[in-house]
């Protein structure tokens, strides 16, 4: 069997959070056998409570819940060294049995349980999803423990080419790019259809993707006067985060009418995305882009940052570039340059190296190799 470890999953406030790595383990568990441990911790590392669930998350029909056995609770500002002492006890009250391989996905906090798996002889896998290989790879709290579960992991799984270069330097043929599997069938089945002659352009974006410097740039965007009227619908938790503030001064004096939404479960998300007119991608550090991927496949032409695996693709009349600073070649790409059918078409069919099917089944021959000792 192999055991999941992540700290992201569905719940009520944030439908989506971590929603795609529940899909590729739904995935993966019509082939083999897995299960899912939760991890639940707030950031900053080291002084927030830690909870452990194990989960049957992935048999679940219920919106995703989790169903908790093992939880595991640590006061604030405990130290590295009482906070793996107690995450080692309370891994102890877990079964192992007949554990093949762990598959730790984020490098943080899943590195906390690899001084358990090291000691018990329990192969694993570290898969880096986003920043966080330079965002926590050097912390001096956190380094050492970090280089000692990455010369020990099995293989290095990188999701988006950021740092995977650099990674390859470190640890050479250890480690493997392995981009996300996403859930194109779910675009398939909604068949909703676009108004007509409308006398405004509808713009959707997500935030909780885009952080402040993107969001930036997206006020840029708010703040050109276009032809006719823009508006721009942002979804995602970052509206309700602790830049808020921010968020108003930057959005205040806005040209174009901007509506702030909650975040939306994935087929409601979904539905908005495959209505819109254009979707902007505003993020600077993404690793790898799973909305700005869904939007090209819902067939929509996207606006956006040379991020999140967006660099594999050319430009063509369903797909620009840019850095947001010459906001009259935008203007041009909304307003005057044809849309060709057989763009989106090409942009659709080469997504399919991405899609939930192919991902399961290369991941599935890496278990193999490992488990077998090849």
């Not at 992201?8 to 383990?25: A, D, K, S, V």
């Not at 108003?248 to 909650?262: D, E, G, Q, R, V």
Request: overall charge positive; glycine content about 4%.
């Amino acid at each position: 069997m192999i055991r999941h470890i992540s700290n992201l999953y569905p719940r009520i406030n944030f439908p989506t959070y971590g929603i795609f790595l529940i899909e590729q383990m739904q995935e993966l568990n019509k082939s083999i056998d897995i299960d899912c441990l939760i991890l639940k911790s707030l950031f900053p590392p080291l002084t927030s409570n830690w909870k452990i669930y194990h989960s049957n998350i992935l048999k679940s029909d219920e919106q995703y819940s989790v169903k908790q056995v093992e939880i595991l609770d640590f006061p604030k500002n405990i130290g590295l060294t009482i906070t793996l002492a107690q995450i080692n006890r309370s891994l102890e009250r877990i079964s192992w049995i007949d554990i093949d391989l762990v598959h730790i996905h984020y490098l943080f906090p899943g590195v906390l349980i690899t001084p358990f798996l090291i000691k018990n002889n329990i192969p694993f896998i570290v898969h880096i999803h986003g920043s966080d290989w330079n965002q926590f790879r050097k912390r001096k709290k956190l380094k050492s423990l970090i280089e000692k579960a990455l010369d020990e992991a099995k293989l290095l799984l990188f999701s988006g080419s950021e740092n995977y270069e650099d990674a390859q330097l470190l640890y050479g043929s250890k480690s493997i790019l392995l981009k996300n599997g996403i859930n194109f069938r779910a675009i398939d089945l909604i068949n909703e259809q676009k108004e007509i002659n409308k006398k405004s352009i509808e713009i959707i974006t997500v935030a909780n993707v885009v952080k402040v410097k993107g969001l930036e740039k997206l006020a840029i965007f708010a703040n050109y006067k276009f032809k006719i009227p823009i508006t721009i619908n942002i979804y995602g938790e970052i509206i309700e985060s602790r830049i808020h503030k921010q968020l108003i001064a930057l959005f205040s004096s806005s040209i174009n009418k901007i509506i702030f939404h909650k975040t939306l479960a994935k087929n409601e998300l979904l539905i908005k995305l495959k209505l819109a007119d254009f979707y902007v991608h505003t993020s600077i550090n993404e690793s790898f882009g799973i909305a700005v991927m869904e939007a090209m496949y819902a067939g929509i032409p996207i606006i956006a940052t040379n991020t999140g695996n967006v660099q594999n693709y050319a430009e063509n009349s369903f797909l620009m570039k840019t850095d947001f600073k010459s906001m009259e070649k935008i203007e041009d790409f909304i307003f005057t340059l044809e849309r060709n059918e057989s763009d989106k078409k090409k942009n659709i069919e080469s997504l399919k190296e991405i899609s939930l099917s192919n991902y399961s089944e290369k991941l599935i021959n890496i278990y193999n190799k490992i488990i077998n000792n090849e």
